[in-house]
């Protein structure tokens, strides 16, 4: 797992550089909130690691983009700066960062947000699975939808994607249609038959 | 939790606490001692930057500037244990709060003494010297 971190000045850089790389971590570093904006937008990060002040764009911006774009995967936000208090931590949630440690931050409390947000990636990813499966129907073959709806694949593909359902004969069933081979057409349908007829 | 900065009592007179710079010893690990020079290179470095920009807010009396120069070379200070360094960063980041420029220039002053003392001990340790 790779992380981003974004820090403007070189002395918390290095050591957080030092933490990282003692707690095992892959990173990479960017000097400022804009240079990490651009490194996320190339490739994905499950984890951000980012100072509050900084020039061009600041870590609370550097929250907020990350979070105004949907991406298929989640990424944990830390915000690890020198600025403490409520008002600060409270604006840093609301921003979107999903956790604040003050500088000088103890290492065993770094190690332990990173390892939360590790959990917290591994579960999006489940729930982005559970997402992803449709419960269907094995004899009508009917999808259940919202609210214990249940509809037809058509109507659901309708309603949820942007797929426009046309209908077209594969080329197996149109040469069995063609030449009337209802041993075919049999083969064909038997895995939907053999679905309908389990208990 | 934030780690306590205030200067441990072995050295009453070092620019650089001990115990913090155990710390970064500690952090840096024994499989590279290197990373903890560079760390204080580091510092050596973002702490001019910070002075350069403290000491233009204080000549255009520019308040919000002074108190982003003053806390940004404050949490680095915290960072290499440089106490008093601290300590003085706080103030003028209230005065520059409270905008008022003749404890500004009192403080900035405090300040260069203390960044040379900080500058020199770095040094030192560089050079393979004490602490």
Known sequence: MKLLIADDMGTHRTILSMSLKKLGHEFVAAEDGQQAWEMFQKQFFPIVVTDWQMPRLDGIGLCRRIRQEPHEQYTYILVLTTLDGRMNYLEAIDAGADDFLVKPYEEDLLAARLLVGQRIGSLMTKVKHFEGMLPMCPTCRKIRAEDDHWMRVEQYFAKYTKANIVHGSCPECSKALQVSDRGLLKRLRAPLLAASSRP | ?131
């Open chain 2, 1 to 131: 939790m934030q780690t306590q900065i205030t200067p441990s009592t072995t050295s009453a007179t070092a620019a650089l606490d001990p115990q913090a710079l155990q710390r970064l010893r500690d952090m840096a690990g024994s499989d590279d001692p290197e990373l903890f020079s560079l760390v204080l290179q580091m510092f050596q470095q973002d702490a001019g930057h910070c002075l350069t920009h403290l000491r233009e807010a204080i000549a255009s009396q520019n308040a919000d500037q002074l108190q982003k120069a003053a806390h940004a070379l404050k949490g680095a200070s915290a960072q290499v244990g440089a106490c008093r360094l601290v300590l003085v960063c706080r103030s003028l980041e209230e005065v520059g709060l409270a905008a008022n420029w003749i404890n500004a220039v009192a403080l900035r002053d405090q300040l260069e003494v203390e960044f040379q003392r900080v500058h020199a001990e770095i040094d030192t340790i560089l050079a393979g010297g004490p602490a």
